[in-house]
């Protein structure tokens, strides 16, 4: 990918496994920017963390790469938006929206972007590893513990009951007390951990939030009109992202409903090229994202020119 300093190509040391059984003050489940950012300001309050994470860093997400200039407010209060800017990146000016045809540019002003920062667009890789390295590091300083390849299988109740309505009207005011779950692809190592608060920050397919959805409403967490799909690539040298400054740009083309097509830069010449739709739409669309992708960027009167000098990063195709 972006060859500069790759320290997020190295593993982070997340210390011993707590044994099963042991308590905490707050247990978090997904090390993405939430639930770092949760985990770190937790256990600079002086709580005792249990911060799990599904995935083995470093591991990537499919995702458009802004960081907003609030989000950027916490990562430099964290302490990493030095190291962060020592990588390629690219400053968010303002957004260009389209139909494909008609375009707005919406900048933020030369004096707003002197006070507040609008934000940066970065490979995702790069900032969640950062994110989680740093929560790891301040939570187990301060008596916590940090578990990767951890899948979370069943939450905890205070009356007994785990991941089961017990149908007797309970459900609603039950008190999540903990989580079960297995650490490893083949479910090795079964875990039970116990705190008086739980926070679910795994995003969609949060084990927290899923539980909590079908155990108090025997409903599906998954709504399809209502969640998106996305596919993603990255480029380099699409036209109007070879500087490491500009605009993002949403456009919202004619060939798909209820979805957008996207172009980040990253910073060095690459860009993040991406398109999402919503799940509903997307089941009756007669094509899927990438070949959708793939028409837009070979055959769109306003794009495919921008692509003709472009390049395919290897490997890069994710959805």
């Known amino acids: 990918m972006l060859r500069d300093e790759c320290f997020w190509e190295g593993e982070i040391d997340s210390g011993p496994i707590p044994p099963s059984g042991a308590k905490f003050d707050v247990i978090i489940v997904g090390g993405g920017p939430g639930g770092s950012a949760a985990a770190y300001y937790s256990a600079k309050r002086g709580a005792k963390v249990l911060l799990l994470e599904k995935r083995v860093f470093p591991e990537t997400k499919i995702c458009g790469d802004a960081v907003g200039g609030r989000s950027l407010g916490f990562i430099a209060d ?92 309970s459900g609603d005011s039950r008190r999540v007390i903990g989580i079960a779950g297995a650490r490893g692809d083949e479910g090795v190592d079964e875990l039970v951990f116990y705190a008086p608060f739980t926070i679910g920050a795994g995003g969609y397919n949060c084990p927290v939030a899923r539980g909590l959805v079908k155990d108090t409403y025997g409903e599906s967490m998954l709504i399809r009109q209502h969640m998106c799909a996305g596919y993603r690539q990255y480029w380099r040298n699409v036209e109007g992202f070879t500087e490491n400054q500009g605009n993002i740009e949403i456009h919202f083309t004619d060939n798909m409903a209820n979805g957008y097509f996207w172009l980040f830069g990253v910073g060095e010449g690459v860009c993040n090229v991406g398109i999402g739709m919503l799940l509903s739409d997307l089941s009756n669309s007669k094509k899927k994202l990438k070949a959708l992708q793939d028409e837009i960027i070979t055959s769109h009167p306003s794009f495919a020119p921008r692509f003709v000098n472009a390049e395919l990063v290897e490997g890069s195709s994710r959805g």
Do not use: C
């Open 78 to 169: 964290m302490g990493i938006k030095t190291q962060l800017e020592k990588g390629a990146h690219f400053r968010v000016l303002g957004i260009t929206f389209s139909d494909g045809k008609n375009f707005v540019n919406v900048p933020l002003p030369e004096e707003d972007l002197a006070v507040n920062e609008a934000g940066y667009s970065l490979p995702r890789i790069r900032t969640d590893w950062l994110l989680f390295n740093r929560a790891s590091e301040v939570v187990i300083k301060n008596g916590g513990a940090v578990i990767q390849g951890f899948t979370g299988k069943q939450i905890l109740y205070d009356d007994g009951a785990g991941g089961e309505d017990p149908g007797d009207g």
